[in-house]
């Protein structure tokens, strides 16, 4: 025989335990989603581990094919859309001062240009793009055309052909982690700024923690390779040791992301000088 037959569920059914199962339903199908996507990486970190470097020459190299793919800026805007990247890039802008010289060193194919806003309208045609990439400083000379007041020139951030004191304040977003040697790279991103001047660093490199770490020193020759980025240098330390005053200092995304402000210290001459007149 058949039992009665049932109508539609009434609202209250639904605030009942058909609904806390839905729930657990929902758990347990997000608990497997996240145990398959955590299997799956911890087979690709199993697989053989590289951790010989891409060099300087190699990482150009990449650079300068990924500018030329064309995909360099959904790459990578991709990827910074889900992080929320594009509201630490302006915090950082917002940070630079105006009416006053500014260079952003490691440009790439001017990623910041369009987030620049005010800094570009009132920088007085003082606003200096430099990239060691032909490549990517050929795509910033396209996406800064509109600008007159904008400069771009092929360089590298470690023999920058700049006066001393040039520019009140130095942008770096993703760039240290490039750089043959980084410790030279904010040396002399120190000595074109003024002193009191400020060095404004939006990073990545090695996490707060451990386990992201393992996976960052396993595959870092890889990645190296493919984007000419070094992913584990250790950021934090490398800035602190280059002796620049830190104002700001936050992390994002494990650790990750590294968000700084930093004051350029008077030089050994200046303060001579006015240890002299005391």
């Known amino acids: 025989l058949s039992g009665p037959s049932r109508g539609p569920p009434s609202p209250g059914h639904w605030r009942g335990g058909a609904w806390r199962m839905s729930r657990g339903r929902l758990v347990v199908a997000g608990a497997a ?4 996507a955590a299997a799956a990486g911890y087979a690709y970190a199993r697989g053989p ?3 010989e470097l891409a060099s ?6 990449a650079y300068d094919a990924l500018a030329r793919s064309g ?13 929320g990247m594009a509201r630490l890039r302006r915090r950082l802008f917002a940070a630079a001062p105006t009416q006053a010289p500014l260079l952003e060193v490691a440009a790439g194919p001017a990623t910041n240009l369009a987030l620049l806003g005010n800094a570009i309208a009132h920088t007085s045609g003082d606003l200096v793009l430099v ?3 032909p490549e990517m400083v050929a795509a910033a000379r396209t996406a800064s055309q509109d600008h007159p007041n904008v400069q771009v020139f092929c360089m ?3 023999d920058l052909e700049f006066p001393d004191h040039s520019f009140d304040a130095v942008v770096d977003t993703f760039g240290l982690c490039s750089y043959e040697s980084p410790e030279r790279a904010l040396s002399e991103m120190s000595r074109v700024c003024r002193p009191g001047g400020r060095l404004l660093l939006l990073e990545h490199g090695r996490s707060t923690w451990a386990l992201l770490n393992w996976y960052l020193d396993r595959r870092a020759g890889p990645h190296s390779k493919h984007w000419g980025c070094i992913w584990n240098r250790d ?10 005053h830190i104002n700001t ?3 994002y995304h494990l650790g990750t992301t590294v968000f700084i402000i930093a004051t350029v210290p008077p030089s050994n001459a200046s303060q001579q000088d006015s240890s002299q007149s005391l």
């Open 33 to 36: 989603v996240y145990a398959v």
């Open 249 to 251: 200092l936050e992390h």
């Open 131 to 133: 990239d060691n990439s």
């Open 56 to 61: 300087e020459a190699e990482r150009c190299a």
């Open 49 to 51: 581990p590289s951790r």
């Open 71 to 83: 995909d360099y800026q959904r790459l990578v805007g991709r990827s910074e859309r889900f992080m």
């Open 156 to 158: 590298s951030a470690e």
């Open 235 to 244: 950021i934090v330390h490398i800035v602190r040791q280059s002796g620049l």
